[in-house]
C-alpha cells in the first residue's frame, strides 16, 4: 500500500516535471477515445500528453487524426464508444494531461480547469500583456489555452463519419455535428446532438473527431484526434447530406457555406481547405467567421431517411413440414426500411418454399435436392414481420 502510493506520487511528480506548458495543448478524454493512456499499449501511461499537441504544417497522412505520433493506430477497445443520443447530448474532459482526468488515478487529480489547478472564475490575461501585445493567459500557467479570456475561446467541435476504418474517411463524409461556443475553458463539455442523426453506424463503429482550432496565443495550427463513436436515436432519422469546405466569411456572411460542413484544415502542408490566408494571431475557427453557429448543427441532413445496415438473420429450420419463425429485429425497429433474412437449413430439410406474411408474397425454392440452403427474403420492418417457411424432408 505504501509502496504503491510512493509510486503513485513519484508519477504525479515526474508528471509535473514534464508539463512543458508552451508545448502542452488540449484534447479531449473520455470512453472510445483512441490513444488512450499514450500511443504504446505494452506501457500504459496514465500521464500522457500524446493526444493533446496540436497539428502544424504536416501532410495529409500525417496529421489525419494524429497519425504523426501514432494515435491513430491505437483504437479503443472492442465495444468501447463514444456514445451519441441524437436530441441529447454527452460530456467529456478538456485537458492538457489524461492525468488531470477522471481517466487516471481515480480522477484524483482533476479540479473545474484543463490543468487540474485553481483559477479564478473570470481567469484573464491584462489586455495588451505579454508578446505582440495579445493580452493572453501567462505561458507558464496558461500558455496551453491559446486565449485571453472565456470570451475570446473561439470553439470546439465534434465530427462524424459512418465508416470505422480511418483509412477509407474521406472529407466529403466528415460531418461536423456539434459546436460549442467559448470552450476549451472549462474541464467539462457537454455538447449537443441533432436530433435526426441516425443510428446506421456499422457493429464496428462511426468514427468521430474531436476538433479546435484556436486564434492567436500561440502558434497558428489546429486539432483532430480519433474516437469510435455510436449513435443512438429514437426519432425519425435523416441522411447527412455530403459535407463541404467550411468557407472564411469573416468580411461576408453570404459566403458562409450553410448546411454539412467539413473539419477546418488550417496551416497544413496538405488540405487546407478554407481560403483563408492570414497572417500570425488570426485563424478560421468553430465559429461564426466559417458560418458554425453554436450548438447541435441541425442543418447538415438531406431529406432522404438513411439507409439500414443490413441485418442477418440465421434461422435453422428442423426437418418438420412447415416451419415459423419471427424476425427478431421486427419489434426493435422504428422505420421501415427494407430488411433481409438469411434462412439456413442444417438438416436433410429442403426449403421449398418461404412466404413473407407482411408482405403477402412468397418465394419459390427452384432447388430440390439441397441439404443446406441459404436465401434471402426481403420483407419490412417497422410491423412484426413473420417469415413461414415451408420445407419437406429428403
Ligand atoms: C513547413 O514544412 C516545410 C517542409 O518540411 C518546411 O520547409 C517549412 O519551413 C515549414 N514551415 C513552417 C512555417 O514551419
Ligand atoms: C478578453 O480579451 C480580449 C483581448 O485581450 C479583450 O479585448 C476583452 O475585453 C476581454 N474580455 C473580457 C471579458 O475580459
Known amino acids: 500500500m505504501a509502496a504503491s502510493s510512493q509510486i503513485l506520487r513519484a508519477a504525479l511528480t515526474v508528471s509535473v516535471l514534464l508539463f512543458n506548458p508552451a508545448a502542452a495543448h488540449i484534447a479531449s478524454f473520455g470512453p472510445g477515445m483512441y490513444c488512450r493512456n499514450g500511443p504504446d499499449p505494452s506501457s500504459p501511461n496514465l500521464n500522457s500528453n500524446a493526444p493533446v499537441n496540436p497539428l502544424y504544417n504536416l501532410t495529409r497522412s500525417q496529421w489525419w487524426f494524429q497519425h504523426d505520433r501514432g494515435c491513430d493506430a491505437v483504437p479503443p477497445p472492442d465495444g468501447e464508444f463514444l456514445e451519441l443520443p441524437a436530441g441529447e447530448s454527452f ?25 487540474g489547478a485553481q483559477h479564478p472564475e ?33 470553439g470546439t467541435a465534434w465530427a462524424i463519419a459512418y465508416e470505422s476504418d ?39 463503429g462511426c468514427t468521430c473527431a474531436w476538433l479546435w482550432v484556436p486564434r492567436g496565443c500561440g502558434q497558428p495550427n489546429m486539432y483532430m484526434q480519433p474516437y469510435k463513436c455510436r449513435v443512438s436515436n429514437n426519432g425519425p432519422a435523416k441522411k447527412l ?17 450553410k448546411g454539412a460542413k467539413q473539419m477546418i484544415v488550417f496551416n497544413q502542408l496538405e488540405g487546407d481547405n478554407t481560403g483563408f490566408n492570414g497572417g500570425w494571431g488570426w485563424s478560421p475557427g468553430y465559429n461564426e467567421r466559417n458560418g458554425y453557429e453554436s450548438g447541435a448543427q441541425e442543418d447538415i441532413f438531406e431529406d432522404a431517411a438513411p439507409e439500414q445496415p443490413t441485418p442477418t438473420t440465421s434461422v435453422t429450420l428442423s426437418s418438420s413440414s412447415a416451419i415459423t419463425t419471427e424476425s427478431p429485429t421486427s419489434a426493435s425497429a422504428s422505420a421501415a426500411p427494407a430488411e433481409s433474412s438469411s434462412i439456413t437449413t442444417t438438416t436433410l430439410a429442403q426449403l421449398t418454399q418461404i412466404f413473407d406474411t407482411s408482405s403477402s408474397t412468397a418465394t419459390t425454392i427452384a432447388e430440390t435436392s439441397v441439404h443446406s440452403y441459404s436465401t434471402t427474403v426481403t420483407g419490412r420492418i417497422g410491423k412484426p414481420t413473420k417469415f413461414v417457411c415451408y420445407a419437406q424432408e429428403d
Open 91 to 115: 460530456t467529456v474532459e478538456l485537458a492538457n494531461n489524461q492525468a488531470f482526468t477522471t481517466l487516471s488515478y481515480d480522477g484524483k487529480m482533476v479540479s473545474d480547469w484543463p490543468d
Open 122 to 154: 473570470d481567469w484573464h490575461g491584462e489586455v495588451g500583456s505579454g508578446p505582440g501585445g495579445e493580452g493572453c493567459l501567462p505561458g507558464d500557467s496558461g500558455g496551453y489555452m491559446h486565449v485571453q479570456n472565456e470570451t475570446m475561446a473561439q
Open 166 to 204: 480511418l483509412s477509407k474517411i474521406q472529407m466529403k463524409d466528415l460531418v461536423v455535428f456539434s459546436v460549442l461556443k467559448h470552450t476549451p475553458w472549462h474541464r467539462l463539455a457537454t455538447y449537443a446532438v441533432p436530433s435526426s442523426l441516425p443510428a446506421t453506424c456499422p457493429p464496428e
Open 241 to 257: 447530406a455530403k459535407a463541404q469546405p467550411p468557407t472564411y466569411c469573416v468580411d461576408d456572411a453570404s459566403k458562409c457555406v
